[in-house]
Structure formats: structure tokens, C-alpha cells
């Protein structure tokens, strides 16, 4: 599969889609595990209902949490479902196009909807609300603590971080910063509506 260049590559829809999740597995440190995490997540934020009956493993489950064998099985069957998706040898399923599209990296993830729209004649780049921005960051920083979670219960397994797990701690590292920085945008956000109502922050209090 070529994706270095997914604009000139990609015809269809779904080649659009798959095009920029390869792009970014080969350009990145994210593996196809990774991005299977993360649609699995996705998924079941947005069509929590639609993601159960499609049998879409939801990893943050405490069935899951609790039985690391049942964990690992569900991680290996979900890996080979996006898998096929990835290589093309089973056609992507309407319902998972807007997850797909979410769980990207914000750079993927952008360049996926700007291509998307400009089939149409149209940009992906669109005015939105505080009321839409804060929206979007809550909901970024539940992707974060997703990642922070899953990365966190391979480096704590045996119930410490040390030298055995550097393989792992800088993307844990990176995904703990990510989860303070959507953290402290949400916490700004408040503080500035809390000064506009009148009324004293909790640092002002203190």
C-alpha cells in the first residue's frame, strides 16, 4: 500500500480514509494497535449503542479492565477487523467513518477532512462556538486519558515504573502532557467564564 502521497492514491471514500490512517502509521510512532485503540474508543463516545451491537471492544470496560486474558483476545480480534479495513480487503462500513476520521492525530485528522471536503468543492475548516470549542476539547481530553490509561496499564502492570519500561515512557510521557495541556484549556475556559458572571475564581478564594 503507497502512503506517502494519499491525496494522488485515494479515489474513493474509503481510500481517502484509509490513506491518512496509513500515512500516519508509517510516519509516526502510533502502530496499527494504536490506531485500533483509538477508533475502538471513538467509537464508542460517539455510537456507544451501534459500537456493542457491531461488537466493537470497548477497553475501558470493566470486563476488560478486570481479565487481562479476555483483554488481550479482544485486543487481537479487534486488531484484525481494522486490519482488513486498512488493507482494503473488506469495505469499510458506513457507520465507522466518523470515528475513523476522530481517531486520526490532529495533523492526520485535519488533512483527512480538508480532503474530504474538497471532493465536494468545499473547505474542513469551519467557525466554531466557545460553547462548540469547549465541547471539543472535553472531548479531546477523554481521548487523552484514554490514551494515558492504556499506555499507563502496560507500564504499571507490575505495579511500578522503572527502567524496564523506557520503551514505553516517552509516548506515556507525551500522553500525560497531553492530558494536562486539554486539562488546563478546560480549566482557563471556566475561569474566564467565572470572571465574565462576577464572581470570584477558586484561586482569588484561596
Not at 49 to 58: C, F, G, L, Q, T
Amino acid at each position: 500500500m503507497r502512503t506517502s502521497s494519499p491525496r494522488h492514491t485515494a479515489q474513493t471514500r474509503d481510500q481517502v480514509l484509509v490513506a491518512h490512517a496509513a500515512n500516519q502509521i508509517a510516519r509516526t510512532s502510533l502502530s496499527q494497535d494504536d490506531f485500533a485503540q483509538a477508533l475502538s474508543r471513538e467509537l464508542h463516545l460517539a455510537i456507544p449503542e451501534r459500537a456493542s451491537k457491531k461488537d466493537v471492544p470497548d477497553f475501558n470496560s470493566p470486563e476488560l479492565t478486570s481479565n487481562a486474558g479476555e483483554f488481550v483476545k479482544a485486543t487481537g480480534r479487534w486488531l484484525k477487523r481494522v486490519q482488513r479495513w486498512l488493507s482494503g480487503d473488506q469495505e469499510m462500513p458506513s457507520w465507522l467513518e466518523e470515528s475513523w476520521v476522530n481517531a486520526l492525530e490532529p495533523e492526520y485528522r485535519d488533512n483527512c477532512v480538508n480532503e474530504l471536503a474538497s471532493r465536494y468543492g468545499l473547505t474542513g475548516a469551519r467557525h466554531m462556538t466557545d460553547d462548540q470549542c469547549a465541547n471539543k476539547s472535553f472531548g479531546a481530553l477523554i481521548r487523552a486519558f484514554g490514551d494515558v490509561i492504556n499506555t499507563g496499564s502496560e507500564v504499571f502492570d507490575d505495579q511500578v515504573m522503572c527502567e524496564q519500561d523506557l520503551p514505553l515512557l516517552p509516548k506515556f510521557a507525551e500522553q500525560c502532557r497531553q492530558v494536562e495541556a486539554k486539562a488546563g484549556e478546560l480549566g482557563r475556559k471556566a475561569e474566564q467564564l467565572i470572571a465574565a458572571a462576577g464572581r470570584p475564581t477558586l484561586k482569588s478564594i484561596a
